[in-house]
Structures are given as C-alpha cells and as structure tokens.
C-alpha cells in the first residue's frame, strides 16, 4: 500500500525527546499545509494525551497513574479533562486497531516509523475514527501536535496520513481489514485490538468455563470499555446508603448519586470519576473497588470453617484494597487478620489500606515472601486468601496500555510462583480450614492448571463450591455456571475477569 503524501520520515535522526534533528522547513513543505495547520502546537488536552503516550512508551509508565497528575499541572478540568482522558486510555486499548489502519497508509512498516510520530499518528486516528471529532478539526490538530513535538517533515506525512485515514469511514475500514484475516480468533483480536495469544486464551477460557466461544468478540469490546467508578463500602465503618448520602453532599446529584451494586452488599457505582472528595473515601472507610474483588472476597470469608474462626491470612495483600475488606468483615466476626506482601512499598500501601479498619481486626502487616508461610507457620490459619500475582488479564479495562506489555512468556513464568504459593497457602491453613485462590486472571494456565496441578500432589484437600457461596452472598441471581469454582467476566457481570476457587484441609 503506498502513500498519496509526502514520503514517511522514519530515517530522520532525531534527538532524545523525539524532536528532528537540524529539521529545515523548506518552502515546498509549507505549502503542503493548509494556514490553520501552519500553527505550532496543539491544545493542551492533545499536549497531555501526548506526553502521557510518551511516557507509557519511553518510561513504561502506567497511564491511570500519570494521567492524572499531567491533567492538573495542564489545569484541565470537566470537559476538556474527560477529552483528554478518552483521547488517552482509547487510543491505548485501540493501538492494535489503529496499527492495521495505519499499516495499510503508510509506504513503510510501522516499525520503521519514529516511535513519537507513530503516537501522534494514532492519536490522529483515534479522534477521527474512534471519537465524534470532525474530521478536519482532527487533523487540523494533530498537524500541530505534529509541528510542535517532532518536526515540520513529520508534519507533513502525518497530515497526508490522516486525510488518507479519514477518506474512509470508520465502518469500511473495519469491513476491509476484517475481510483480510480469515482466522475467526485472529479476526477478533485484531478488530477488538488485542494480542492475538490474549484473544486466544480469553477464547480458550470462555469455553473451558461453559460459556461460548462467539462470546470472545463482546469480552474484547468489554475490555475496550472505560470502566465505571465503584466503590466499596467498608462492612461495620459503613454502609451503602450511608456513603450515599456523603457522595451526594460531597460531589451533588449528578456526579455524587451512587447506585447500589449488582451483586455485593458493599458495593455502589459512581456517576462521577473523583472519589477523592467524599470523606468516607479520604478516611479509609469506603475506597474504590472493583465489584467482583469485593464479591470474591465476601464468598471466601462467608464460607463456613469447622471449628475456630479468628485467625484470617491474606498472603499477597499489596496494595490491600481486599485485605481492608477482609479486615473490615474479620473485625465484625471477631477475627484478626494478619496481611503479608513482599514488596515493603506495597507493604506501606497496605498498612495505608487498613488505616480505617479497628485496630484488633489487625493483629499485623508484614513484609515476606508468601512462600515460607506452608514451611514456617504450619497449620497456622483459619482462613487464607492467596490473591496470585499474574497476568492481570482479567483487568485489562482499567490498565489500557497493558494488554500490549504482557508476553506469552510472562505465563509460565507466573503459573510457577502462582504453584508455589498455593502449595504454601495449603501448608498453613490448618485442618478445617479454607483457602481462597484468586486471580484477576481468566487465563486457564494461571487458574484451573494451577489448582489441579497441586491437588494432584496430595489428598488432604477438598473442594469447596465457590459457585454456591457466590450464589450466597449475592444480592442479585447470578450466573456462575454450574462448576464449582467461579469465573466472572465483564462482558457478563461488569467486574474484572476474577477468577474464584475455594479448597478446605481435610486432614
Ligand atoms: C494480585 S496482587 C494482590 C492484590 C491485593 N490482594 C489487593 O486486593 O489489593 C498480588 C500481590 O502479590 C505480591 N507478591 C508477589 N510475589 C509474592 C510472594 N512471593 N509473596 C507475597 N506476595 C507476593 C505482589 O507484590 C502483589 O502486590
């Protein structure tokens, strides 16, 4: 496919920021831009969608911890605040999509392209094919963005590119790509732009939980959707209706008017984005909260165990947001918790977590290596919340760039560790006890593989119906299919893609 504009400029030496080196202007180029495009610069929600991209790509940042910050030193607020976020987290979860567009204007191949110039590019495309920007206004801007960040040459082809681009309808170019790629998985991923080994362990998943396989398109599109804000409400600090009422003084009708979960007690939805401004938020007893972690976390602790109940584990508790739930519950059933992660900074965000939390629901935050429990403290525990380190396949809605960091290696790998702390987790639970393993992964290497892998090894362990105790603790019917571990998905509950399975000692 060739290029109607100025040839691509992925050779230009540019320096450290991306800008081009010695970059003349000459006359010809200037004429290639129409007057309004000659402009340096952009406007600021472009500038700040730019330099988060820059960021994520160069310091491997995560845009929801930079976004934020760039949106207050730009001062953008309301309107302009939420352009700059939807140009960001879309043309992030949209970059597969957007790359086969580009691939097919472009006269050489992406990776040839200056890194820089490709984000401005797919910026571009995002405004003109994934938002309700006019076309021209798109460009338009883009071109300046262009001009101001990596050079007038640069400019040029990105505003040739970008006419070339909107020449389409977004609807064709979906048609067009899709009736190039044959495979049915591969198909998906690329027009639900995701990785295709990801589309194909989502799809693997789907059909090893009893659900169909068609279903792959309608999750990709899920994880392609801006979550909405939930938040938990902390059992014995708070309550729904309670935090309701602070939302409502704190952030008025509109942005402030909670709506109560689908399927935990504790749970409410926000209309607005920023919690931060409701009291209950700032003093620890409500936070924000996927739906599904907290409906995992209240089917574990909800089970019965035989005997005593008053010694709880949560062995991977970074960066504690179950762990304060959990707290919260224990402190209610008379129980201690006790919260142990290996990284200290995550350790300092979990003793952050559980600030609100009644000081005898905590009897410690410790810093280690979830490993040691099974050999050191055996038998140890009532309850065992082993929260895996993985993939984080089933939270790609709220972590934009990641679907594209992740590796196909990166399962093994964590499969490895997942099997060493579950060994761990049964090591020091005592008999009677349960322990929950959970993963905000629906990979089937990281859940199911894992949990039979390790009951093979030993017969002192049985299942318990997680399925039912969902059911259970629901306030809603749910549909958890009828195994008897739990695989929530977004495209069915809108939660993360949880993945609950419950084991009790026998002997
Ligand atoms: C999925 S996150 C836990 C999320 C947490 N339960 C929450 O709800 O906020 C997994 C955590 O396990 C920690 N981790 C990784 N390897 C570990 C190990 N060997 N022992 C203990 N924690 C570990 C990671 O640092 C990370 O904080």
Known sequence: MSTAGPPDDG???RNARGHERGAV????????LAPSQRRRG????????????REVAEADAYANLVLPPALRRARLKGRDAAFATELTYGTLRLRGRYDAVLAKCLTRPLDQVDPPVLDVLRLGVHQVLGMRVPAHAAVSETVGLARAHVGTGSAQLVNAVLRKVAATPAEEWWQRLAAEESDDVARAALLGSHPVWVARALRDS??????EASELEALLEADNDSPRVTLVARPGLLDVAQLREEALEALGGDDGALVAGRFASTAAVLPGSDPSSIPAVRAGAAGVQDEGSQLVTLAFASVPVEGPDERWLDMCAGPGGKA??????AGEQGARLVAN????????????ALAAVPADAVEDVVVGDGRRFGEEQPGAFDRVLLDAPCTGLGALRRRPESRWRREPSDVPALAALQRELLRS????VRVGGVVGYVTCSPHLAETRVVVDDVLRERDDVERVDAAAAVREVSVSPIDVGDRSDVQLWPHVHGTD?????????TR
């Open 425 to 428: 987790a049964l090591g020091t």
């Open 206 to 211: 789907l059909a090893g939980n009893g659900r």
């Open 11 to 13: 050779g230009r030496r």
């Open 25 to 32: 202007r000459r006359p010809e180029q200037r004429g290639a």
């Open 324 to 329: 304060a739930l959990l707290a919260a519950l």
């Open 497 to 505: 893609a949880m993945h609950l399975t419950l084991l009790r000692r």
């Open 42 to 53: 952009s406007d600021p929600a472009r500038e700040v969608a730019y330099e988060v991209l």
């Open 341 to 352: 992660e290996v990284a200290p900074h995550r350790a300092r965000l979990v003793e952050g």
